[in-house]
């Protein structure tokens, strides 16, 4: 899965959970969260550093600042 695919799946994941009245920017704002709290969990993490996962959910956090 590409990280703009990623980004759409979330995207679409939290829709049925927000109001009808939400903007999306709320709602991509509630997936920046998201990927801010992953980002922080594997900084931790030097292997997954190194092993591509913080660059993938990086690049997904582009696409999501982006839609």
Known sequence: MSPKEKALELFI??????????FDKDLKDCCLILVDE???????D?????????????D?????ENM
Do not use: M
């Open 13 to 22: 994941k939290y829709r049925p959970y927000t109001k009808r009245d939400i």
């Open 46 to 58: 030097y292997y997954d550093i190194n092993n591509g996962v913080y660059e993938f959910w990086e």
């Open 60 to 64: 997904v956090k582009k696409e999501l």
């Open 38 to 44: 992953i980002l922080s969990t594997l900084y931790k």
